[in-house]
């Protein structure tokens, strides 16, 4: 079999015209993960799969261009033609109660009933059908993880949103593909903590020995093309920015 990852969204705060927040699908063979759900994902997914073919969710954090189409998906499950059995979502412990919170109460708990919500715990691994994941701690502003994807004996190592640490190189080490945060470029001369610029996420890489680094959540305003270039000078590897339907085989 072959892992395949189709981008479904990749920009960072809110999405540029015409495009999604974050969000990747990954296939192999019968099963099919979406990582992470942010504003515009949905859509973008139903160009490649009906809402009830999703096998697997997986959220990185809370922040709603990570994760806000999961109300969309909710609806789309819940009124289905036929009754489908509960998604299994890898998040934050917090998930479940920040996702109802908006709900109304006399519907919650059937729209909640629809996912089966799987806590994540830092290097402790799930594994779903054809996958293993490990999830990590990753340096947010809130509860957030990172991710470790084993599956067809490929590697691929996706951050969310993070600021460096020696556990993000340690988990990153020698993957195939590193899908890497680069929220700002050499553009800006000053970061928020939290996240990463484009030459850290390629520092990152090249500390990790990785095989490929592919570039995302790079904040709107700013220039995907000199993030690749950012990245470039500090990481001798094959270097992209993630574009919404880019498929890549891993």
Known sequence: MTLELTVLGSCGGYARPGRACSGYLFRLGDSDL????????????LK???????????????????????????????????????LPVLAPAVTRSVV?????PESREEFLDCMEFI?????????FEGFEIRPFKAKHSQPAFGYRITADGRTVCYTGDTDRSELLVEM??????????????????EKIPGHLTAVESGSVAAAAKVGRLLLTHVWPTLDEGRAVEDASKVF??????AV???????
């Open 244 to 250: 919404d339907g880019l498929t890549l085989e891993i």
């Open 119 to 127: 806590d994540a715990e830092d290097r402790v691994p799930v594994r």
């Open 34 to 45: 979406v990582l992470d759900i942010g504003a515009g994902v949905l859509s973008n997914m």
């Open 48 to 86: 490649y799969m009906e809402a009830d073919a999703l096998d697997y969710l997986v959220i990185s954090h809370l922040h709603y261009d990570h994760y806000v189409d999961i109300y969309g998906l909710m609806t789309a499950r819940r009124f289905w033609e036929s009754a489908l059995p509960p």
């Open 172 to 189: 990153a080490d020698g993957a195939d593909l590193f899908i890497c945060e680069a929220t700002f470029t050499s553009e800006v001369r």
């Open 236 to 241: 001798g590897g094959p270097v992209d920015a």
């Open 100 to 104: 109802g919170e908006p709900l109304s």
